[in-house]
């Protein structure tokens, strides 16, 4: 399989705990980007690397959360001290940094909930 | 005002029938457009990217129309399988914008 993929699929944690995700985007692709999606919206941007850089992070990306890409290859996002709120489904999606193309293709997605 | 409205449907419609959703976008400095379509619980999964003159691809026919900031996804001959969340994106340097989708079942 060349896609996207991401771990664990689903993940029930307690609030307090944290929690850490990780996705591999498909290969020759060097941006990486992270979404949330919460019942009945869209996904919302939350940051995105470009190789290893870090290029944006979305102010919905507060100071418990951090994401790495550390060789530029897989990436990870944490979260500490979940709370009830930062249940959804985070997915993971990457795309070629070049100008003929920017279609972002979307990982599964890692759902989780917080009890 | 969200950066992307849709209409949140849902469009029930027959086996056959022909479907219009529609979009509209508030940022002028959008570069790119999509449509992915999204099953329940599922990934979005990109379902064509839309330009200004138009494009088709079977069944499925996208429009843009910039000075409007209107986007337009047709879908002729639907079938159960188009069944889904249809979801409305632009593309904000290099960040996706995402509508909350505009859901679509075709009964037979």
């Known amino acids: 399989d060349t896609g996207v993929s991401q771990n664990p699929r689903h993940k029930i944690t307690k609030r307090g705990q944290n929690v850490t995700f990780r996705c591999d985007p498909i290969?020759?692709?060097?941006?990486l980007y992270w979404y949330r999606q919460t019942l009945g919206q869209g996904p919302e941007f939350l940051t995105y690397?470009?190789?290893?850089?870090?290029?944006?992070k979305s102010r919905l990306l507060s100071d418990r959360f951090s994401a790495e890409r550390p060789k530029g290859s897989f990436s990870t996002l944490e979260i500490q001290r979940t709370e009830q709120g930062d249940s959804a489904m985070y997915l993971c999606?990457?795309?070629?940094?070049?100008?003929?193309?920017?279609?972002?293709?979307f990982g599964p997605g890692t759902r989780l909930t917080v009890l | 005002r969200k950066e992307v409205e849709q209409d949140p449907g849902p469009f029930n419609v027959p086996e056959g029938a022909t479907v219009a959703f529609n979009c509209t976008y508030s940022?002028?400095?959008?570069?790119?457009f999509f449509w992915y379509r999204q099953d329940c619980r599922k990934e979005p999964k990109l379902l064509m990217s839309?330009?200004?003159s138009g494009n088709e691809d079977g069944r499925f026919t996208a429009q843009l129309n910039r000075a409007s900031q209107y986007i337009s996804l047709l879908i002729r001959d639907s079938k159960l399988s188009d069944s889904a969340t249809y979801l409305c994106?632009?593309?904000?340097?290099?960040?996706?914008?995402f509508g909350a989708g505009t859901i679509l079942r075709v009964k037979s």
């Open positions: 999606a990457s795309s070629q940094d070049r100008a003929s193309t920017d279609t972002q293709y």
């Open positions: 290969s020759e692709h060097n941006r």
């Open positions: 690397f470009q190789n290893e850089a870090q290029l944006e």
């Open positions: 940022n002028s400095a959008s570069q790119s």
């Open positions: 839309v330009y200004s």
């Open positions: 994106v632009v593309n904000v340097r290099n960040k996706l914008v």
